[in-house]
């Protein structure tokens, strides 16, 4: 075991991209098992029922390799999906299966900060796989208007600041993430504006931004695979065509959307396909499509970005 995790460990960070410490350490070496590498805290998700022996040999292995101070774990069956964030159940433990307890700690992605909080849920703070996203939407943002939907803790928001652009908006459902976006922008030397971080229901203001006529000039779609409000119930592999209709609304003359999803049951064909629907009548020009790094995720990944640039 200990010369698997060390051999994947050496491969991967060979490839990382530079000032880059989070990156996904094991996708496809063990059955049904994950394993993310936040600085020197490694985030174990088990994909299968997993007994608590099984889960501290391996928070063992991981300490052993000398890589890692701390290790949790985190079970995600397939109806764990509606428990994202339930800090304190049996799917998250808030203790560490192994090593020492790490309330917080900061991670540089491609030279971007971000705070990672283990213990917090299913959710650490950082979705790894969306790493090259964040890269193009940095990328792309200069000059930019940004409105950055689903937004979680700001990852793509802190993006589109450090790239220069001109705003960038972020909503979210939950006041307590977006604070936590606020935070990450201000771990990069950027001034949080308070009116920017939305709280709310993405397709309400999506409606709302419409109905008073703004525009932006990239608009960043990264819904969960399956959500619920009090008012709505979404479902990326049905729904995802909805959202883009409301989505382009919003886009200006000359504007991007770039558009994600990680349902693995949705194949890229059909993703692709409720997209084009979404648009409808709108003149688009696809610019790319990409999914998570081929240097620390399985090929094809499960995530699908595609961008394009709406007339």
């Known amino acids: ?64 390799t000398g890589a890692a101070r701390s290790v949790y774990v985190k079970h995600r069956p397939r109806e764990a999906r509606r428990a994202a964030n339930e800090a304190g ?8 299966v192994a090593g020492d307890a790490v309330a917080e700690l900061e991670v540089l992605e491609q030279g971007a900060r971000f705070i990672i909080r283990p213990p917090n849920g299913l959710s650490v703070g950082l979705y790894l796989d ?4 964040r890269r193009w939407v940095r990328e792309n943002a200069r000059g930019r208007r940004v409105l950055n939907l ?36 201000a771990r990069n030397g950027l001034a949080p504006e308070r009116f920017d971080f939305i709280t709310g229901d993405s397709f309400e203001w999506l409606a709302r931004l419409a ?18 409000t009090k008012r709505s119930r979404f479902t990326a592999a049905r729904d995802y065509h909805q959202l883009v209709a409301a989505a382009e609304r919003v886009v200006a003359p000359g504007g991007l959307l770039l558009s ?14 409720q997209l084009s629907r979404g648009l409808g009548a709108r003149r688009s020009r696809r610019v790319t499509a990409f999914g998570a790094s081929a240097v620390d995720f399985q090929q094809p990944s499960a995530l699908k970005c595609v961008a394009h640039e709406l007339a």
């Open 260 to 273: 994600m999803c990680n349902v693995e049951a949705l194949t890229g064909e059909a993703f692709e396909a």
């Open 150 to 185: 689903f937004a979680y803790t700001c990852g793509f928001g802190v993006a589109a600041r450090l790239g220069g652009a001109a705003r960038a908006a972020n909503v979210d459902v939950s006041r307590k993430v977006l604070e936590w976006g606020e935070a990450n922008l």
């Open 211 to 228: 109905k008073k006529g703004e525009a932006f000039d990239l608009v960043v779609l990264d819904p969960p695979g399956f959500a619920t």
């Open 89 to 96: 159940s049996a799917l998250a433990p808030t203790e560490p």
């Open 1 to 64: 075991m200990e010369a698997l995790l060390t051999e994947a460990l050496v491969r991967r960070r060979a490839r990382l991209p530079a000032e880059t410490s989070c990156f996904r350490w094991l996708d496809g070496e063990l059955p049904g098992v994950t394993v993310d590498l936040f600085a020197d805290v490694a985030v174990v998700s088990f994909y299968r029922v997993a007994a608590p022996d099984e889960a501290r040999g391996l928070g063992e292995a991981l300490l052993s």
């Open 130 to 133: 969306a790493r090259d996203a």
